[in-house]
């Protein structure tokens, strides 16, 4: 549930003088203004360590993933703010863990700064959200196979260590 603007600046006030990270998700629906406005509050509220949650927008329409990614939004908050930290939840965006490894690699295609992805050791007997989640050997998986630009990504490292 997303709260009520009123909400978000009752959480930002709760916050003020807190020195902790605080994850700032999109609203449902696609408005980056919102999310702007949300992280804005929490910014004048004196929280420092923002950090932008993408998890796609709720659309009408039958897509491949539940919500619609839009990546669009997430880019334009990314030019807009170049020094915030903006990671994905791919698991909320597929709705379905077979989906997972593709929305994940195009969150790092597009350079985002980590990925939120729901694990659970029987994801069928999850309490909730059980069709999006996946085990830890199933993580291991995926995130062994994505393709990372960063220059600290397993490929580039490892052609990058001189050799004796």
Known sequence: MQPPERSVQEIADSLKGVNIPVMVKNPI??????????????NQAG???????????????KLE??????WRIPMELKVKFPELPLICDPSHISGDRALLKK??????D???NGLM???HPNPDKAWSDASQQVTPDQLSEILKQLAL???FSRKS????????
Request: aromatic share 6%; net charge negative; with cysteine.
């Open 29 to 42: 629906n696609a408005d980056l203004q919102l999310w702007i406005g949300a992280l804005e509050r929490f």
């Open 47 to 61: 929280v420092t360590k923002l950090i932008a949650v993408h998890r796609g927008f709720s659309v009408a329409d």
């Open 65 to 70: 993933f539940r919500n619609d990614p839009l």
């Open 103 to 108: 929305v994940c690699q195009k969150a790092m």
């Open 110 to 112: 597009l350079d985002m």
């Open 117 to 119: 992805i729901e694990t």
């Open 149 to 151: 630009k960063s220059e």
């Open 157 to 164: 490292t490892s052609s990058s260590v001189q050799k004796d």
